[in-house]
């Protein structure tokens, strides 16, 4: 993963989703197009950070990310797209979407037998739809 995506991303749970973006605009340019994964990781940070920011082209960057895990052999980046995917569906208001995409990961990461990152995913995602719920 880029280091410089990781940041992002902990910037943007942070709630500094403005300078997650700033440093993804300034790394963006020297970042190398055929190193797949930099790119996957680069789109699902900035894909996240736009969704806390309530923009809806977010999930084009997750989009992005999902058509160049197609035909890699990369599960772990595979299944980080998809947990942005699920946080993307939440952040922009579609918990039916998140609920989905979530449900799916968690179904392939038990079978697997990934289940701490299962566990995870129904940390963030699902136990996330719930506090929501309850909230309303």
Avoid: C, K, Y
């Amino acid at each position: 993963m880029n280091v410089t995506a990781e940041w992002a991303i902990s910037l943007t749970l942070l709630g500094r989703s403005e300078e997650a973006l700033a440093a993804l605009a300034q790394v963006r340019p020297s970042s190398r197009t055929e190193d797949i994964g930099d790119q996957i990781s680069l789109d699902i940070a900035e894909g996240l950070a736009r969704a806390t920011l309530g923009d809806a082209s977010a999930s084009e960057f997750v989009a992005r990310a999902r058509v160049r895990t197609a035909g890699i052999d990369m599960v772990v980046m595979s299944d980080l797209v998809a947990l942005t995917d699920a946080h993307v569906h939440l952040r922009l208001g579609d918990p039916e979407g998140a609920r989905r995409i979530a449900l799916e990961l968690i179904e392939t990461l038990e079978r697997r037998g990934t289940h701490a990152f299962a566990a995870t995913v129904r940390r963030e995602v699902l136990d996330a739809l719930e506090a929501d719920a309850q909230r309303t």
